[in-house]
């Protein structure tokens, strides 16, 4: 996107004036960019072949993308022609556009499957399955739609991202562009009421602040993700907000995405899972299992009760950490929410994917005495992760007697002797559990979870 700053209008900018044809240039858009495109065919846009950097997923593997506003190919023939396994599904609004698309002698077109629609009227899920692309491209289209028709626009297109996965990548102008500085300066004022200019061609041209485009994106269920340098969005994910009742009169809110996501979700600790609720139970009901210590939770995900519950029994220091940076910023967002339950300066989030060695020094450095409790709830579910698990754990576990590892998890695909046998290996030995935290556990866990504790070999040798 052009540059996010503002410009102000040149001094002696006329006032703006409203078209005196304004709604044949709104109703009308397919005809001008027809004969945009009968007179300047494939000649007027160049190739971006720069996409491809600037979103490194779209050159990566299978995929599916979704082109509205395709144009003649500009977008989609270099992201073929760059992924071999890509394939395309394309619209405009413009006939002309559409037919030189099919037109285009890449080999790649055998991969698209191209249309001509109205994005602001006609249902996308006509030509293609609801909810099934991995990307969308909207490279300067959204300014080229009346003002009034953008959120439609919008809410059409992400009907057909996945869920959890699926991305909008948006390129368009910003507020302050200097063609926009033109047409303010213009003595042929050619703007419509609600913010276009229309341009000598017909076609029309809007210009966004980040603030305005950031609120129409979020309206039509997307957030923002800066994550390739530019507005990412994804599908809002259904996140629905809770008040859970962990006991003593404590209430946690927590905004997780809903669990009919699960089966699609990359990033599944944007979810909260169950385990997490009974062991912030048990540590309302046994403090002294907590009080005074320094905390650290492994496996966090987005969920804030496990943070929030331990700073109300009274630790010194909690440390949530989780290897997904999403999960990690949602968790920050939750924690917001219990501001009044918790010292914020006490509760931090840090990036920990078990085994990374960089930053498990990155910890260590800025921790250096290590852990006296380590917790962590439902992360005991893939085998093949627990080694690295334990690993980590044991690094960052203090070397006190009573340093523990306390961990609560509903038994999935990895049995209990599988556990025990990675926490061995790794130099943990299980430890015993009290007499009031097992009672108060049994209560909280009514059979259907599990509770282990571990310690270091080295200290009970």
């Known amino acids: ?36 495109y009968r ?13 491809g950097t600037e979103f490194p997923e779209l050159s990566q593997g299978p995929c599916k993308l979704l082109e509205v506003g395709c144009g003649p190919g500009n977008t989609a023939y270099p992201l073929l022609e760059s992924n071999p396994d890509m394939q395309v599904w394309a619209c405009d609004t413009s006939e002309e556009a559409v037919g ?14 191209t249309w001509v629609a109205d994005i602001t009227k006609d249902d996308l899920r006509e030509h293609a399955a609801q909810a099934s692309m991995d990307f969308c491209t909207m490279i300067f289209v959204l300014s080229a739609i009346p003002q009034s028709s953008q959120p439609k626009a919008l809410r059409n297109v992400v009907t057909m991202l996945k869920p959890g996965l699926g991305c909008l990548l948006f390129r368009d102008y910003a507020a302050g562009d200097y063609a926009q500085q033109r047409f303010l300066a213009s003595a042929h004022q050619q703007q419509l009421g609600d913010g276009s200019f229309v341009r000598g061609d017909g076609t ?80 309302r009901s046994c403090p002294s299992l907590i009080s005074g210590r320094r905390v650290l939770e492994v496996g966090s995900g987005a969920s804030p009760l496990v943070s929030v519950a331990a700073q109300r029994a009274g630790a010194r220091l909690i440390v949530s950490t989780d ?23 006490r509760a931090r989030t840090r990036c920990l994917c078990w085994g990374d060695s960089a930053q498990l020094a990155a910890l260590l450095r800025e921790f250096p005495t290590g852990f006296d409790r380590i917790l962590g709830a439902d992360i005991l579910y893939v085998a093949e992760a ?30 209990e002797a599988a556990i025990l046998k990675a926490a061995a290996e790794a130099g943990l030995t299980r430890a015993p559990i009290n007499e009031d935290v097992e009672d108060a556990w049994s209560t909280h866990a009514e059979g259907l979870y599990r509770l282990l504790c571990f310690q270091k070999m080295s200290v009970t040798s």
């Open 1 to 36: 996107m052009s540059q996010p700053w503002w410009l102000a209008p040149p001094l002696h900018a006329p006032p703006a004036q409203q078209h005196p044809y304004p709604d044949t240039f709104r109703d009308k858009t397919d005809h001008f960019w027809d004969r945009f």
């Open 100 to 113: 030189l698309f099919k037109a285009h002698p890449s080999p790649a077109r055998a991969r698209t499957s």
């Open 39 to 51: 007179d300047n065919q494939r000649s007027f846009y160049k190739d971006r072949h720069y996409l």
């Open 386 to 415: 627990i080694p690295d698990l334990f690993v980590s754990v044991k690094a960052l576990l203090a070397l006190t007697p009573q340093a523990l590892v306390v961990l609560a998890y509903m038994e999935r695909r990895v049995h």
């Open 323 to 345: 290897g997904s940076l999403p999960a990690l910023t949602s968790l920050s967002k939750n924690l917001d929410l219990n501001a009044s339950q918790v010292v914020i300066e």
């Open 204 to 283: 029309l041209a809007y210009y966004f602040s980040q603030e305005e485009l950031r609120k129409l994106l979020e309206a039509a269920g997307l957030h923002e993700d800066m994550g390739f340098g530019g507005l990412y969005g994804r599908p809002d994910l259904q996140a629905e907000e809770e008040v859970l009742d962990v006991g003593g009169g404590l209430q946690i809110r927590c905004r997780c995405v809903s669990r009919e996501h699960r089966n699609t979700l990359q990033h599944t600790g944007l979810m909260r899972w169950e385990s997490s609720l009974v062991l912030a139970r048990l540590l």
